[in-house]
């Protein structure tokens, strides 16, 4: 069994004695939230299938639903348990129940976001940051489909990614390597992309984790101390932390998974706000809600604020058969606590996902077990007797994915630095490698379970978000493959070197890592506590240490985010820097056809990399520590995160967002700007919602219930049955309007017409009207590489608006194909309606404060810090050659 599943059965174990005690404590968890933070409530769950897109699979669904019996329906809606599924059944990291009578399958969902986890033969792509780093829509589109394929060709049902939340607000957090990179824009574009990409396979895509997953400590609910509580005001969750989400629902994703932590003070699996009211309401989500691995902790609350379905399936002390759904929710449903037309939703939200994505349709069963490698295993990993059999089937789901994954790898590569053009390096100079990370891990690349360790080349980052290794190309075998003048020191330590030759190179490889704080490595948690911003190792005295000896050193630097470089970035020796980012499987080639000047370096920052952290506000820089009760994670800095807060400081990083150098130099010109939709001052009305399924309204017989006669039940195996005397009582309770349940205080259940902001997928239609598009020209202007250019394009909200904004937002970007020296291509970028708007607390809508001819200015660049063109939206003109407004 797998590291992970040993942790949780420790976990397990430790709270085993509390479970009977605790599962019946509920856990205060309003304590301490700051005034001004509201988790409002939200009801009721809007029914699913008002969208024209989604109606043909929901009316399928509905079909099929009311052919349901109430227990058939609650086992869709939950899991079996953690590591109950089986080889019969389903062995991915959470199964559900199946209504195999009316031909409605288990489903199996299967981590992670960079590739099939926990199985064998499959792709190990570059993880999400990586992807992020490219800006190639394209190509995230590629890697998308290529998961996609891999995914279905293992038979698992549903990817869990992308991964969008975290965003990457504090540097320091843990899974930011998950996501794309820390601005909305560049997480949602790519996200978009990698949902479209999954789904156009068949395979429904799980956007994940809403919201407010900026750290990892104290993320979790348990029955000792809830989780923490991020604590976002209403105008920054819209622009910056629910943006990438809303375009993911725009881009037709299937499911979306709830955070562990709590948001303003409510548990985000049970938050009717953030549930009912911005994903199903406001952002017309048509798909289901899950949530993340044994963050559940209610089971009427949770099902009324919108949950659709409970992962794994346990209560949050796991692994003895109790749940807070499936059984109990089959009783809430025959008590009346839970309407029966919730339950409906639920349920036909799950089978419409089906159906949207064709899964009804040929396709495959799993092959693979997530519990063992080996080709026969138990069939119920976690009963106390089980049988034992054939559990996987090695499917090698592969094909030519590598191809994809080097790409990834290799224009994610950015260039920091580059000083007198030491790179790209010559093959006949010698080189003296420096760093254990420039190889392997000497015991096999999966050799950490859940990569929960940092020895040898960083491919990945630790926790759920990973998947094996195929094979590992590593950087030292690429090297010499390419030149026979190496030497390798493989050693963190800086050894005793002979005198150097002039021709000398000196590459120091260090790097950076971090994970879910299910494990601690090198004492981090998960987030990066112990080493903060600094290399891994001792990775800057190696850096330095080479710098003393070499006058041409190269820093190459595998990393799940940004880190301090001021120890050494200005000596004078260390000429070249290299974020290879997390490259997967494929870090050895794609990073020498960059040194070796093969393709030129074409990756841009995802993130600003600061001169020191204090460079942050406090609530940005700093994890949250612990506090009694609750603690509290206020968004205190509101929109003002990585550069645009730097920005409003004047604080200029060390390195921008979106800086990248190549070999070759780029100008941009003919820049032009045409105005499409002519806006007014919010969107024109929603559309009304359509029709949606209906369902008889009568309490369904308990017998829809009982066990069935003989059933052979496996202990801690989660079921939606009820014992008949069990079932007979809650349906005595439940002749309607008996049960006198404690319903939140603004429970309804009178749907409504939803509010002016929504209308389609990921909210008003209009919000994605194309406001302007910019054109321009861009040029390869040097003389000697070819090399591909990202043109990005920051918006500047006209001056004397009421509402305070950045001063320049990422709102599109393009990256050329390569351009040889001379060749010119002409990119166009676009802003919609949303992307002029700011997000009105009060209006609660989307307003656009520049209409009636006030200048917006859309400066284009290179980077957040290089943008020397702008066209202004009042005169439709550009100018270049201007002084960078940042
Ligand atoms: C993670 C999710 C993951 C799930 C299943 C949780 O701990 O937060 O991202 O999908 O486990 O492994």
Redesign the pocket.
């Known amino acids: 069994m797998a590291c992970?599943a040993s942790a949780l059965l420790l976990l397990s174990l430790v709270l085993a004695a509390l479970g009977p005690v605790c599962h019946a404590t509920p856990v205060n968890s309003r304590d301490n939230v700051p005034a001004g933070y509201y988790a409002a409530p939200y009801y009721p769950t809007p029914h699913g299938g008002w969208l024209a897109s989604w109606s043909e699979s929901y009316a399928k669904a509905q079909q099929l639903v009311s052919r349901m019996t109430l227990a058939e329906k609650t086992n869709i809606t939950g899991g079996c348990g953690i590591y109950m599924g089986s080889a019969t059944e389903l062995p991915c990291?959470?199964n559900t129940g199946s209504a195999n009578r009316v031909g409605f399958p288990q489903l199996c969902l299967q981590?992670?976001a960079l590739g099939v986890?926990a199985t064998d033969n499959v792709t190990a792509f570059p993880a999400g940051i990586t992807t992020g780093a490219t800006w190639d829509k394209n190509l995230i589109y590629a890697r998308g489909v290529a998961l996609g394929r891999e995914f279905r060709g293992k038979g698992a049902n549903v990817y869990?990614g992308p991964?969008v939340g975290p965003l990457g607000r504090k540097p320091l957090g843990g899974r930011n390597w998950e996501g794309f990179g820390s601005d909305p824009v560049l997480q949602a574009v790519a996200a978009a992309m990698t949902i479209k990409g999954v789904q156009e396979q068949g395979v429904i895509a799980?956007i994940?984790?809403l919201v407010g997953n900026e750290q990892e400590m104290y993320r979790m609910y348990n029955p000792l101390k809830p989780g923490y509580s991020a604590n976002i005001d209403d105008r920054t969750l819209h622009e910056i932390y629910l943006w990438p989400f809303a375009e993911g629902i725009h881009a037709g994703v299937g499911s979306v998974?709830t955070a562990?932590n709590a948001v303003n003070g409510s548990a985000c699996s049970q938050h009717s706000y953030l549930i009912n009211g911005i994903l199903k309401d406001e952002l017309g989500f048509q798909g289901f809600v899950m949530s993340?691995?044994?963050s559940h902790i209610s089971g009427v609350d949770s099902a009324l604020a919108g949950l659709d379905m409970d992962?794994?399936g346990d209560t949050n002390v796991p692994l003895f058969g109790y749940s807070e759904w499936k059984y109990e929710l089959t009783r809430s449903v025959l008590n009346g606590s839970v309407p029966l037309d919730r339950l409906n939703d639920m349920a036909t939200r799950i089978v419409a996902a089906w159906y949207q994505t064709g899964q009804d349709k040929d396709f495959p069963p799993p092959n693979f077990s997530s519990n063992t490698k080996d080709r026969d295993g138990l069939l119920y990993p976690a009963a106390l007797f089980s049988p034992n059999g054939q559990v996987n089937w090695f499917v090698n789901v592969q094909a030519d994915h590598y191809k994809v994954a080097r790409q990834v790898a290799q224009d994610a590569i950015t260039l920091l630095k580059n000083n007198g053009s030491l790179l790209p390096l010559s093959t006949s100079r010698p080189l003296k490698i420096f760093g254990t990370d420039a190889q392997v891990n000497s015991d096999g690349p999966n050799a950490c379970l859940n990569r929960a360790c940092d020895k040898g080349t960083l491919g990945m980052g630790w926790?759920?978000?990973i998947a094996d290794y195929p094979y590992f190309d590593d950087p030292i075998t690429a090297i010499r493959g390419r030149t026979s003048g190496v030497t390798f020191y493989n050693s963190d330590v800086f050894p005793a070197v002979p005198t150097p030759t002039a021709d000398d190179v000196a590459i120091v490889f260090i790097n950076s890592d971090a994970g879910?704080n299910?494990f601690t490595v090198e004492g981090n948690h998960g987030d990066r506590d112990s080493a903060k911003l600094a290399a891994w190792h001792r990775g800057d005295a190696l850096v330095k240490s080479a710098a003393a000896k070499y006058s041409d050193v190269v820093v190459v630097v595998h990393t799940v985010g940004p880190l301090i470089l001021e120890p050494w970035i200005d000596l004078p020796s260390v000429k070249a820097v290299l974020f290879a980012h997390l490259p997967g499987q494929e870090a050895g080639e794609s990073l020498t056809n960059v040194l070796f000047g093969d393709v030129s370096p074409s990756g841009h920052l995802p993130y600003s990399i600061t001169k020191a952290s204090t460079d942050l506000p406090n609530s940005v820089a700093n994890l949250k520590g612990y506090a009694v009760g609750q603690v509290q994670d206020t968004y205190s800095e509101g929109l003002y995160i990585d550069y645009r807060y730097l920005n409003k400081m004047g604080i200029k990083p060390r390195f921008a967002f979106g800086h990248g150098l190549s070999y070759t130099t780029f100008s941009f010109s003919n820049a032009s700007i045409a105005s499409v939709t002519p806006l007014t001052l919010v969107p024109p009305p929603r559309s009304p919602k359509g029709p949606t399924p209906s369902f008889s309204s009568a309490i369904p017989p308990a017998a829809e219930a009982y066990y069935p006669a003989g059933f052979n039940r496996i202990w801690r195996y989660i079921y939606s049955y009820l014992p008949p005397d069990d079932a007979n009582a809650a349906s005595g309770v439940g002749a309607a309007g008996t049960k006198q349940y404690a319903y939140p205080s603004g429970y309804s259940t009178t749907q409504t017409a939803g509010p002016a902001a929504g209308g389609d997928l990921g909210g008003n239609a209009a919000l994605w009207d194309v406001a302007w598009t910019v054109t321009l020209t861009i040029d390869n202007a040097g003389t000697q590489f070819p090399g591909r250019a990202v043109a990005q394009a920051y918006l500047q909200y006209p001056a004397g608006i009421p509402y305070d904004t950045p001063v320049v937002q990422l709102r599109d970007f393009a990256k050329t194909d390569a351009l040889a020296p001379g060749e010119a291509a002409t990119v166009t970028l676009q802003l919609t309606r949303k992307d002029v708007s700011v997000w009105d607390v009060e209006a609660q809508n989307w307003v656009v404060p520049g209409v009636g001819g006030k200048r917006y200015t859309i400066w284009l660049g290179e980077a957040s810090d290089a943008l020397f063109t702008a066209c202004y939206t009042d005169t439709l003109t550009c100018e270049s050659g201007l002084k960078s407004p940042v």
Request: glycine share 14%; charged share 20%.
């Open positions: 992970r990291v959470g981590d992670s986890a869990l991964t799980t994940k984790h998974m562990y993340d691995w044994l992962m794994p926790g759920s978000g879910e299910s």
